[in-house]
T-cell receptor, first 114, second 114 residues
Framework: DSGVTQTPKHLITATGQRVTLRCSPR?????VYWYQQSLDQGLQFLIQ???????AKGNILERFSAQQFPDLHSELNLSSLELGDSALYFC?????????????FGEGSWLTVV | AQSVAQPEDQVNVAEGNPLTVKCTYS??????LFWYVQYPNRGLQFLLK??????LVKGSYGFEAEFNKSQTSFHLKKPSALVSDSALYFC????????????FGQGTELSVKP
């Protein structure tokens, strides 16, 4: 158990809908990361937050947004969902947001868009 | 831009034999290199990392990796493979001035047969 908690574990929704994925980082970790894993794209970095502020942005679509709250938990909002958004979404956390920190992953949220 | 390559989609070894999973990287600064393992329907588990210092890094479950700057490689090794080592292995790289995010390779499926 990495200590990173993600909910929900599984989610099935229809095209055009909006969902929110939630993440609680490891106790004491200030930085949160979101990744998307799919068969065709592999593991793609989406976005990183550090202590409530956006630190780095990757291949995140404009239909997707995220935030980190004062209690350090994070949410990833996915809107106007398309079939291609079906994937495993990981949240991860690290103590600081700097290079070399070990990043610990949650178990992921499986999103199926039908 | 930084990138990671795992040239083998799949590696097959017999139980008890040594195993190697290959990884090469491309970065413009000092690399921070990681290996993670993913079991079916699970999150990524941290195995080991290279930040600086000794080129041979030891990690969890008997795994080790050797950093080779001249060949820009960071191959994962284990002297004696177990059937339970069968999983998907990811190499990842971070760069010093780009926060804590990691860029992952496409993954290598390791299959260890009795």
């Amino acid at each position: 158990d990495s200590g990173v908690t993600q909910t929900p574990k599984h989610l099935i929704t229809a095209t055009g809908q909006r969902v929110t994925l939630r993440c609680s980082p490891r106790s004491g970790d200030l930085s949160v990361y979101w990744y998307q894993q799919s068969l065709d794209q592999g593991l793609q970095f989406l976005i990183q937050y550090y202590n409530g502020e956006e630190r780095a942005k990757g291949n995140i679509l404009e239909r997707f947004s995220a935030q980190q709250f004062p209690d350090l938990h994070s949410e990833l909002n996915l809107s106007s969902l398309e079939l291609g958004d079906s994937a495993l979404y990981f949240c991860a956390s690290s103590a600081q947001g700097s290079s070399g920190n070990t990043i610990y992953f949650g178990e992921g949220s499986w999103l199926t868009v039908v | 831009a930084q990138s990671v390559a795992q040239p083998e989609d799949q590696v097959n070894v017999a139980e008890g034999n040594p195993l190697t999973v290959k990884c090469t990287y491309s970065v413009s600064g000092n690399p921070y290199l990681f290996w993670y393992v993913q079991y079916p329907n699970r999150g990524l588990q941290f195995l080991l990392k290279y930040i600086t210092g000794d080129n041979l890094v030891k990690g969890s479950y008997g795994f080790e990796a050797e950093f080779n700057k001249s060949q820009t490689s960071f191959h994962l090794k284990k002297p004696s493979a177990l059937v339970s080592d069968s999983a998907l292995y990811f190499c990842a790289v971070g760069v010093g001035n780009q926060g804590g995010k990691l860029i992952f390779g496409q993954g290598t499926e390791l299959s260890v047969k009795p």
